[in-house]
């Protein structure tokens, strides 16, 4: 069973909002747009220092991870960062992955954008009772 890949757009959260109340022209907003892997494992966004670096998020904390070996590490997470997936997108952080590391799709993610994983197809897709927006559960 192969993994799972899927388009995903990001944007510098705080350029856009700097652009939006008109004190940056749109254009020299920071964004790219890399393949990620659904990591159904995995808890937030991670991504690459390079991708980091290249967006110009800041570092806000550090957060301890836990790989599939059992090892343990410190790593920065810097934001905030727009994520587009498809037709949907969300405000989050992100692990600052090794440089040229793979991106990699978490549950925060995939929650927040109500998309589900199906690992036979190899493809990510809304709910089928939510095709147009995410349908977010609040108890």
């Known amino acids: 069973?192969?993994?799972?890949s899927a388009l995903v757009e990001l944007e510098n959260t705080a350029d856009r909002n700097i652009a939006n109340e008109?004190?940056?022209d749109a254009s020299t907003i920071r964004r790219t747009t890399v393949e990620g892997v659904v990591d159904t494992g995995a808890v937030m966004l991670v991504l690459p220092e390079n991708v980091?670096?290249?967006l110009g998020l800041q570092r806000q904390r550090e957060v301890v991870v836990s790989y599939a070996d059992e090892?343990?590490?410190t790593r920065p997470v810097a934001g905030p960062v727009t994520v587009h997936i498809g037709n949907?997108?969300?405000?989050?952080e992100c692990v600052v992955g090794p440089p040229?590391?793979?991106p990699l799709i978490g549950q925060i993610v995939l929650e927040a954008l109500d998309l589900i994983a199906d690992c036979t197809n190899r493809t990510i897709a809304p709910r089928p009772e939510s095709p147009d927006n995410p349908l977010l559960k609040l108890k």
Not at 1 to 4: D, F, L, N, S, T
């Open 22 to 24: 008109g004190l940056r």
């Open 1 to 4: 069973m192969g993994e799972i």
């Open 88 to 92: 949907r997108f969300m405000i989050t």
């Open 100 to 102: 040229l590391s793979e």
């Open 71 to 73: 090892r343990k590490e």
């Open 52 to 54: 980091v670096g290249r």
